[in-house]
């Protein structure tokens, strides 16, 4: 089957680099990214790009009319620390978006929806070290709340109307091509810019405060893994659990001083970022996605700092 995959949020950090390496596994044509901003690139000499607000279903039913998508990856979002800016609109975008793509994926008979969710959906009384699939999870910012939430519809989709929609809790992602879009976790970003350019950085978050991560690479691997599984070895509905690796600001900046020797990391106080990050776990339990369709991540703390500061360095 000749797929047709539609990318919605393609602009972002994941979009950027997800839309990429399905461009390369499937063609150009085949792959339709779609935001509500306009990209990097030069619209008319590329791919299909289209201007969507997936807050507006009847824009989304004239693309999907267009199209007709065999695959709909649904990115568009607003994650942890902007959430808390504006939460109403976070769970507008976050709740309705899927919604609205949730339907249209029936009505359109879209053979493979993918979604994704975050380790915001645990919460203060989430076990924290190797948490588990099934525990307590009780979000306590809309991000987390939506992304719970979300979660209990795509499962929802799945066993009332056999949707086929696929998701990943994911951890704090590590990049270089695009910026991130106000996350908690941001800070393992900015380190490396600031590294760099500086040779010191200043963390939102506390010197101890330890978090699940993962290097993009892996992440947009796991991604296109867990879409290509066949349908009837995928286990969790709702949304797997995904582990990369787990560091802290300070073992972070012990790595970055292997290939910076004079980087110097110092700590803000009370930023309102802490709190969200000490809701969330220190590490993940992932063995529904090692078992279920054969997950396993590929960078460490060292590959992917290495990495970094290579293809920063470059860019
Ligand atoms: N990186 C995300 C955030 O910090 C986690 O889903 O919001």
New binding site residues.
């Given amino acids: 089957m000749q797929e047709k995959i539609i990318v919605l949020g393609s602009n972002g950090q994941i979009g950027t680099e997800l839309v990429t390496m399905l461009r390369k596994i499937y063609g150009d044509d085949h792959v339709v990214a779609c935001d509500i901003r306009r990209p990097d690139y030069d619209i008319k000499n590329s791919a299909p790009f289209e201007f969507v607000n997936v807050l507006d279903k009847e824009m989304i039913n004239g693309i999907f009319k267009k199209y007709k998508p065999t695959q709909v990856y649904l990115l568009a979002a607003l ?3 902007t959430g808390e800016q504006n939460p109403k609109l976070a769970w507008d975008l976050n709740m309705n978006g899927l919604l609205n793509v949730l339907d249209l994926a029936l009505e359109y008979q879209v053979a493979k929806v993918y979604w994704p969710s ?3 959906v645990f919460g203060p009384n989430s076990p924290k070290d190797n948490t588990s699939q099934y525990c307590v999870m009780d979000p306590n910012t809309v ?1 987390g709340i939506s992304k719970l939430a979300g979660e209990r519809w795509c499962e929802y989709y799945n066993q009332k109307y056999g949707l086929d929609v696929r998701s990943i809790r ?1 951890p ?2 590590i990049s270089w091509k695009a910026a991130p879009g106000g ?4 800070y393992a970003i900015h380190i490396f810019h600031e590294a760099l350019k500086k040779g010191s950085y200043q963390s939102f978050l506390s010197a101890e405060t330890e978090l699940p991560m993962m290097y993009m690479d892996d992440a947009i691997r796991g991604t296109i893994e867990l879409m290509d599984a066949p349908a009837d070895q995928i286990s969790v509905r709702s949304s797997y659990n995904f582990s990369g690796v787990s560091f802290t600001p300070e073992v972070l900046a012990a790595e970055i001083r292997k290939h910076i020797p004079n980087f110097t990391l110092t700590y803000a106080d009370n930023d309102p970022r802490q709190q969200i990050a000490n809701s969330w776990p220190r590490s993940i339990d992932d063995h529904f996605a090692a078992k279920d369709w054969g997950w396993k991540p590929e960078f460490d703390l060292a590959k992917l700092t290495a990495d970094m500061l290579n293809n920063l360095k470059k860019s």
Avoid: E, F
């Fill in positions: 994650l942890s620390a975050s380790i915001a991000y994911y704090g992602l996350g908690t976790t941001d």
